[in-house]
């Protein structure tokens, strides 16, 4: 069982999905001032970024979330994505929140295909 960090609930981990942080790509770090052959491998700089692990195997501390709207919108606004992750400062959570712009889309047409058809809930 995990926790979903959007709306708190309790839920099989396979219900669920994982995010986990990524540190910058050595191009990342040069655009954000580190300059060398080493990377800027430090969390929280604007080059982390978070991103969707749907086979749970990359390595790093894991944030589970429902594969639903509402509880990633829930979980930005809260702030909650970085601070389960514990990332502190700037945190780059687009693919996630394209992620849960898809699901939304998806949501919203499959509710127009049933009105469509003359489908109630």
Known sequence: MRT??????????????RLVALPPTSAQ????????DHEDRTPGRSG????????????????????DGACVERAVQRRA?????????????????????RLTARTDRREELDMEAGHTR
């Open 29 to 36: 770090a040069e655009v954000h001032g580190v300059r060398g």
């Open 4 to 17: 979903c960090i959007g709306c708190r609930g309790k839920a099989p981990s396979d219900a669920l999905v």
């Open 81 to 101: 994505i970085p601070r389960a992750l514990r990332l502190p400062g700037n945190v780059d959570l687009s693919e996630v929140i394209k992620w849960a712009d």
């Open 48 to 67: 982390t970024r978070v991103v969707l692990d749907p086979v749970r195997r990359l390595p790093g501390r894991g944030a589970h979330l429902h594969p």
